[in-house]
């Protein structure tokens, strides 16, 4: 371990770290832990003596108390990552670090940046010869410290530099692949990573549903809820998620003996990686309905004043089920989960598809959910098999349209639609399995009352439609003359 760093210290530093509150301290950490000298850096120098005192045993640390120390402790090309609050904290560093730095080098940005923020600064510091990273980096403290799963955009030439590094850290899947690539250029790193949490959201709605449909019409208990969450992460339902519900339900808080959810105020909150993705899924015109509607239950759950305002108003009196209709509807609603947990990932990889044929990234989705299958939130079981649709069929539209999963969910909706009518017959709120139930139809409908909406736009504002029978844009003179006209 080196003590602290002066304005003549060598360059032995392969990698640098600042920002040392718990994600930056523990990705620094993993690094030392894995061979590497890092240099570490914090605004507030106490922090990094802390680090290197509690943690210094664990590998190489250059602790440096200015920022002057920081690069010159680093190896070329200089890299340099940067673990603080996004927005105007993340531009501070930048325009602090920047100068100090020489063509080649670069910053990487490791927190939950938006990815239009990325484009930004990586297009500001190339024109200075800087390469910007926007690195997602996903899995939590815990991943930060062990493993998580990466995410870096950027130019090619940077993960030359840098990927080496970053892969060595990640998590690594159980066929031994690590779970980082390269995603693309500019902010195509950080996209994926907001896709990724709001993916998160969908999923973590569709379980509180499941749930609150077994406890509120099934009659189960917490403790019996986490059984069946143990089960079903034994099959296809098998994933992070499952496995954490599971352990959450059958806590009982110590202070009243009661079940730890029970003394959980009923209030969601977010940081906004759901909200900008259900935002840059409207300005790219992706229907990402799953995800919104789980954004907008935790957005219920917080507004007190309407909840109390309406909690008188009326609703059905359903009655729990008996035992054995308690277990039929327990089955139901695993098939439910699974399905509607399909169509959000379908909704998130197509999001990542239009992004990538917009901005240019030309992203491998196969290779998305390979580097998903270890050390992020969402590390599920059937990541590989969305990795193998992709790899079979690169240009595949939708993973609906994958025989495999087509089967399965086509198997799964005679439960899916009976879960969702015995919701509403409870008045148990169900938005996201019925989101994505609605979303499936529309997919597979032949016939959609669109055309009625385009008719009543061309009514009242003249915006014409197209027919069925031939081609063009028409107009009909709602109260004139003519029928219609053909308009292009």
Request: charged share 25%; hydrophobic share 40%; with cysteine.
């Amino acid at each position: 371990m080196a003590s602290t760093s002066t304005s003549s210290t060598r360059a032995t530093a392969q990698i640098g770290v600042t920002g040392l509150a718990v994600m930056g301290s523990n990705l620094a950490r993993n690094f030392a832990r894995h061979g590497h000298t890092v240099a570490v850096h914090n605004r507030t120098h106490a922090r990094t003596k802390a680090l290197v005192d509690e943690h210094g045993h664990e590998g190489n640390f250059v602790p440096a108390e200015s920022a002057e120390d920081f690069v010159a402790a680093l190896q070329r090309p200089r890299r340099l990552i940067v673990m603080v609050k996004a927005g105007e904290a993340t531009d501070a560093v930048i325009e602090e670090f920047a100068p100090l730095l020489e063509e080649g080098d670069m910053i990487i940005d490791g927190g939950n940046a938006h990815f239009a923020d990325t484009r930004r600064r990586e297009a500001a510091l190339r024109e200075k010869g800087i390469h910007f990273v926007g690195a997602g980096i996903s899995g939590g403290e815990e991943g930060a410290l062990n493993g998580p799963s990466i995410m870096p955009g950027g130019s090619a030439e940077s993960y030359a530099a840098l990927g080496p590094l970053l892969e060595d850290i990640a998590a690594k899947a159980e066929d031994g692949t690590p779970c980082c690539t390269h995603v693309g250029p500019d902010g195509a790193g950080h996209f994926v990573k907001m896709v990724h949490n709001g993916i998160e959201y969908a999923d973590m709605q569709l379980i509180a549903e499941a749930y609150d449909l077994l406890r509120t019409v099934g009659g189960y208990e917490p403790a019996r809820i986490a059984e069946t969450f143990r089960t079903w992460n034994t099959g296809r339902l098998d994933s992070y998620l499952i496995e954490i519900t599971a352990e959450v339900l059958a806590h009982t808080d110590g202070a009243t003996g009661r079940p730890f959810v029970d003394v959980v105020a009923d209030e969601a909150e977010q940081k906004g990686t759901g909200r900008w993705t259900v935002q840059t899924a409207l300005d790219l015109g992706v229907p990402v309905s799953g995800i919104a509607e789980a954004v907008f239950a935790r957005s219920v759950s917080g507004h007190k004043d309407l909840r109390e305002a309406a909690r008188a108003l009326p609703g059905p009196a359903g009655e729990p089920l008996s035992p054995v209709g308690a277990e039929e509807f327990a089955a139901q609603v695993e098939e439910a989960l699974y399905a509607s947990k399909v169509v959000s990932y379908a909704q998130g990889w197509n999001m990542i598809a239009k992004a990538s044929a917009e901005y240019g990234w030309d992203i491998d989705l196969g290779a998305m959910a390979a580097i998903w299958r270890g050390g992020c939130i969402i590390r599920a079981a059937f990541l590989d098999r969305i990795r193998a649709a992709f790899a079979a069929d690169p240009g595949l539209p939708t993973l609906l349209a994958d025989k495999e999963f087509a089967d399965e969910v086509g198997r799964a909706q005679d439960a899916w639609r009976a879960v969702v009518a015995t919701a509403v017959r409870h008045g148990v709120p169900t938005p996201g399995f019925s989101a994505a139930l609605a979303y499936y139809d529309a997919l597979r409908a032949p016939r959609l009352p669109a055309a009625l909406t385009q008719g009543q736009r061309d009514f009242f504002g003249a915006h014409t439609y197209r027919r069925v029978d031939r081609e063009g844009s028409f107009h009909t003179h709602w109260s004139g003359d003519r029928d219609e006209e053909r308009t292009d």
